[in-house]
């Protein structure tokens, strides 16, 4: 059951907006993926707004929360700069669809006119480096790689010169996400980092987190941890085809300050739009 559905049910219930209903509605929000934290202030404001302004028509209430929710939700754009070489580092742990994504939105900017190439820079996972080179001769985009377990900076490298060569473009990192081995992740992105702030023009790169949008407090820990590491510039959301609860643009927007770029929902290389604020809420609330 979805947020919007679990919203309704808890209007039947209570005639009333007493503090029993906030209590319950505090409980709505964290089931529907938004931090504790986030919950409780988010109903405490709700809460003083509708005693003082006298708001307790179910209609006039949720007005409130649209707003209040969206005040924390962020959205940005990505320009790729003409004539210069920008890089996106591509983060996220394994399993959230990271490489697809890289795939997805390499399509997305080739369409746009950009010369694109995927740096297949998970080294360690000869999974990953196949799934690139896969994704690369169906949309017969350029893909540089090295054999299996050398330097990911180096395949960095190698990909911005390639770029570099061909007068500038997008270079999409495609990185490992091993977060049971922290340090070693940490600081195996540091030094990719190191080398894509050095090879890129300046002002041109930036750093994405892939999040599977399922999982809710699981995505928001993930975001912290790269967000420390490296620094994280935007999200792009996965399986957004298939969470019934979502709240972690929320949590993500108010905890850490980062805005969302894409939403991914579906297996198709089309399968991913850029992220709207007010679409994203009105479908959270189920309007």
């Known amino acids: 059951m979805g947020f919007g559905e679990k919203l309704r049910k808890l209007f039947s219930h209570h005639k009333s907006q007493n503090e029993d209903f906030f209590e319950e509605l505090t409980d709505t929000l964290i089931e529907g993926d938004i ?6 202030e988010i109903t405490d404001i709700l809460e003083k707004k509708c005693r003082e302004a006298k708001i307790n028509s179910q209609e006039d209430i949720v007005v409130e929360l649209k707003k209040l929710l969206l005040s924390y939700v962020k959205s940005c754009h990505l320009e790729v700069v003409p004539g210069k070489t920008n890089v996106f580092m591509v983060l996220g742990v394994n399993g959230v669809g990271k490489t697809t994504s890289v795939a997805k939105m390499a399509k997305l900017y080739e369409g746009q006119g950009v010369n694109v190439i995927m ?5 360690f996972r000869a999974a990953a480096v196949d799934q690139l080179q896969m994704h690369g001769d169906n949309l017969n985009i350029r893909v ?3 054999q299996m377990g050398s330097d990911p900076g180096a395949v960095v490298f190698d990909a911005c010169e390639a770029c570099n060569s061909k007068g500038g473009g997008l270079v999409l990192a495609d990185t490992a996400g091993r977060l049971h081995n922290k340090e070693n992740l940490v600081n195996e992105l540091k030094k990719i980092d190191k080398i894509a702030k050095a090879k890129s023009s300046e002002g041109c790169y930036k750093k ?3 999040v599977d949008s399922t999982t809710g407090q699981n995505a928001l820990r993930q975001a912290e941890v790269f967000n420390e590491a490296v620094g994280v510039d935007a999200v792009v959301l996965t399986k957004y085809d298939s969470t019934a609860k979502g709240g972690v643009a929320v949590t993500i927007g108010k905890e850490l300050g980062i805005p969302v770029l894409f939403v991914c929902f579906g297996e198709k290389y089309d399968d991913i739009k850029p992220f709207d604020c ?3 809420i009105n479908e959270f609330l189920g309007l």
Do not use: F, L
């Open 278 to 280: 007010e679409e994203y």
């Open 119 to 123: 740096s297949a820079s998970d080294t």
């Open 35 to 40: 931090g504790a934290k986030t919950a409780v």
């Open 144 to 146: 540089v790689k090295h």
């Open 208 to 210: 994405i987190i892939v």
